[in-house]
């Protein structure tokens, strides 16, 4: 395992663009993290502190920082596309076939990088925000400090199944760009499909039965917290209420997706002739 | 006789198109094999499924006589397909280093195997500033890494000038001569009938011949004759079951044995016979002459 992860590590590494695109996937989101937690003063005449706003409080700093730091996957999801579109390109995906690399352990060492990445990305978030949170946060107590951590599994868990999608359709279409457009056009597809179940059938069912497609399921692993940010202002408000927590449900429905994707790339690369 | 290859009845379709049809045959350890054939022949169909990036349709092919698996057995296989495939953002060292990582080399082999190749000086070179030439050459040390039992080359001079070829030419004889079996697929007949002992002769995905390549064609060789007396020289030759096919050409007769007979024997004869020979040859057929014969036989 560590020899096949040490082999995509050292094609990534050595190339200037996927060294610069990992880079700005795991600082900016850092980045802009530290930054947001800085009293930044507007020439004196006011002053903006988000931690005043009270986001930076634990719990619900973890759920806060994983959805933002999940928008920069896009970042990653590039590189993940260019290292199988380059292997097609340079052919060097048959060379690596023809010097002893079998088809399995080829799509395993990609997947061994995605989950490295992945597990990178979450500590560096983790560690983030800890440090923010103890230093705004008006509680820390162990037991509130640890109550949510759920957010950063589920974040985990949602940049696999989305880079295992980006690896499949790397695998599919060869081509780095193409791969890309075709992320784009599942999740009009979805869409589509959401919108043709809620026609035929209700808006309940389609909704119900959206929560299974891949990119929605994905989505719905960390919930947006502005509705949560606003029910911390306005408690009394009933309508603002709403499930935010993460389910076991939709992280064992990404897993499956995750799955999926995998043994469909190995399956794609096994019967093609190269 | 260690076998190093085995391919029993492999075909492979590509829809309608059949471009390897039921082929066998064996490579033994220490021969110099040679893959000859025509463009789209199935050369380097047959090569792409025994190095495991082509799918078989039927037939199976083992390696090391099945004791190891298919991925395992191509670590000790140097091969190289066409064009030379690499990282073009990485050097020469550390395209090396990666197909040491995925072989299971010892890195040391770097630095020796590119002398060997020639390019010692511009191992911190990226391969994207490299010449066709030394991509070549890279290919070739990059085969050459894991000291492999056999050695695959797929037209391994196409596209290279003079030089190149040379070069390349040069380095496979000096790897025939360490005792490194060598399978060489090829279109061009004297490269072949240099380097190879053993040859398999492939036309539209069928074997036609494999075996030695000194018995490629069951000919004992051919005689140029010219002589005053022509006639009596032709009647004579036809009227001797012992010769073949003439052909006159010139004033040059050539005379195909049919059986095995030297020029001093032959020479003997005409005398007896009264005919006086101004001209006499007794050559064999080049290679390029029974590869024609061949595969316009089909």
């Given at each position: 395992?560590?020899r096949?992860l ?13 060294k610069?695109?990992i880079?700005v996937?795991f ?7 530290i930054l947001s ?6 020439f004196g ?10 986001i930076?409080n634990?719990p ?6 994983t959805?933002f730091?999940?928008?920069f996957k ?6 993940v596309v ?9 052919k060097?995906l048959k060379?690596?076939l023809?010097?002893?690399l079998s088809?399995?352990?080829?799509i395993?060492s990609?997947f ?5 990445f992945?597990l990178?990305?979450?500590?560096l978030?983790a560690?983030?925000s800890?440090?923010?949170g103890m230093y705004?946060?008006s509680y820390?107590e ?10 950063l599994?589920a974040y985990?868990t949602?940049l696999?199944g989305f880079?295992?999608?980006c690896?499949?359709f ?10 890309l457009?075709?992320l784009?056009?599942?999740y009009?597809?979805?869409?589509i499909i959401f919108g043709l179940?809620s026609?035929q ?16 399921s ?10 949560r940010v ?6 009394e408000k009933g309508?603002?209420?709403?499930d935010y927590?993460?389910h076991?449900?939709?992280i064992a429905?990404?897993?499956c ?5 995998i043994f469909?790339?190995y ?8 | 006789?260690e076998?190093i290859?085995?391919?029993?009845n492999?075909?492979k ?7 390897v ?9 220490g ?7 025509p463009n ?17 349709t039927?037939g199976?092919?083992k390696?090391?006589?099945g004791?190891v698996?298919a991925?395992d057995?191509l670590k000790?296989?140097?091969a190289i397909i066409?064009r030379?495939?690499?990282?073009p953002?990485?050097?020469a ?7 040491c ?5 010892d890195?040391s082999k770097?630095?020796e195997?590119?002398e060997?190749?020639n390019l010692?000086?511009r191992k911190d070179?990226?391969?994207s500033t490299?010449s066709?030439?030394?991509?070549q050459r890279l290919?070739?040390a990059s085969a050459?890494?894991n000291?492999?039992?056999?050695l695959?080359l797929?037209e ?12 390349i030419?040069?380095?496979m004889?000096?790897?025939a001569s ?10 061009l007949l004297?490269e072949?009938?240099?380097v190879?002992?053993?040859v398999v002769?492939?036309r539209?995905?069928?074997?036609l011949y ?5 018995e490629?064609?069951?000919?004992h060789g051919?005689?140029e004759?010219?002589?005053e007396n022509?006639e009596e020289l ?7 079951p012992?010769?073949?096919t003439?052909k006159?050409e010139?004033?040059?007769?050539t005379?195909f044995?049919?059986e095995?007979m030297d020029a001093?024997?032959f020479?003997k004869?005409m ?5 006086v020979l ?17 595969t316009d036989k089909l």
């Amino acid at each position: 395992m560590l020899r096949l992860l040490n082999l995509e590590l050292q094609k990534l590494l050595l190339s200037r663009t996927s060294k610069v695109l990992i880079f700005v996937s795991f600082i900016l989101p850092f980045t802009v993290l530290i930054l947001s937690s800085i009293k930044i003063n507007f020439f004196g005449f006011f002053t903006l502190e988000l931690g005043e706003l009270g986001i930076f409080n634990f719990p619900i700093i973890w759920h806060i920082t994983t959805f933002f730091a999940s928008q920069f996957k896009f970042f990653f999801a590039i590189v993940v596309v260019s290292m199988i579109g380059n292997e097609y390109s340079n052919k060097t995906l048959k060379q690596n076939l023809i010097d002893g690399l079998s088809k399995k352990e080829f799509i395993l060492s990609k997947f061994y990088t995605i989950v490295f990445f992945s597990l990178i990305a979450t500590l560096l978030i983790a560690v983030a925000s800890f440090f923010i949170g103890m230093y705004y946060s008006s509680y820390t107590e162990a037991s509130i400090i640890f109550r949510e951590t759920s957010f950063l599994l589920a974040y985990f868990t949602k940049l696999i199944g989305f880079f295992s999608l980006c690896l499949f359709f790397g695998m599919l279409v060869k081509r780095s760009a193409f791969a890309l457009a075709f992320l784009f056009i599942l999740y009009i597809v979805e869409w589509i499909i959401f919108g043709l179940i809620s026609w035929q059938a209700n808006m309940d069912i389609a909704g119900k039965i959206q929560d299974f497609f891949p990119l929605k399921s994905m989505y719905n692993l960390i919930d947006q917290p502005f509705q949560r940010v606003m029910m911390t202002k306005f408690p009394e408000k009933g309508e603002l209420m709403y499930d935010y927590a993460v389910h076991g449900g939709e992280i064992a429905i990404v897993l499956c997706w995750t799955a999926i994707f995998i043994f469909l790339s190995y399956k794609l690369l096994e019967k093609r002739d190269l | 006789m260690e076998p190093i290859l085995t391919i029993n009845n492999l075909t492979k379709k590509f829809g309608f198109l059949t471009a390897v049809n039921d082929l066998s045959f064996n490579i033994n350890k220490g021969d110099v094999y040679g893959i000859l054939g025509p463009n789209g022949s199935g050369k380097s169909t047959t090569l792409g499924i025994v190095l495991s990036v082509v799918n078989k349709t039927s037939g199976d092919f083992k390696w090391f006589d099945g004791k190891v698996s298919a991925h395992d057995a191509l670590k000790k296989v140097g091969a190289i397909i066409e064009r030379p495939n690499f990282y073009p953002y990485m050097t020469a060292a550390q395209n090396l280093k990666l197909v040491c990582k995925i072989k299971g080399v010892d890195y040391s082999k770097i630095d020796e195997k590119l002398e060997v190749v020639n390019l010692l000086d511009r191992k911190d070179h990226k391969f994207s500033t490299f010449s066709l030439g030394m991509k070549q050459r890279l290919a070739i040390a990059s085969a050459l890494l894991n000291d492999p039992e056999i050695l695959i080359l797929d037209e391994p001079t196409n596209g290279l000038d003079p030089q190149g070829i040379h070069q390349i030419r040069q380095i496979m004889k000096d790897i025939a001569s360490q005792g490194t079996t060598i399978l060489l697929a090829s279109h061009l007949l004297d490269e072949v009938e240099k380097v190879c002992s053993h040859v398999v002769v492939l036309r539209k995905g069928v074997k036609l011949y494999s075996g030695r390549v000194d018995e490629m064609i069951s000919s004992h060789g051919f005689f140029e004759l010219k002589c005053e007396n022509e006639e009596e020289l032709i009647a004579y030759l036809e009227s001797n079951p012992d010769f073949g096919t003439l052909k006159i050409e010139n004033q040059l007769i050539t005379a195909f044995l049919n059986e095995p007979m030297d020029a001093i024997t032959f020479n003997k004869l005409m005398f007896e016979k009264g005919i006086v020979l101004s001209h006499l040859v007794k050559r064999k057929q080049s290679l390029e002459e029974q590869f024609l014969q061949l595969t316009d036989k089909l």
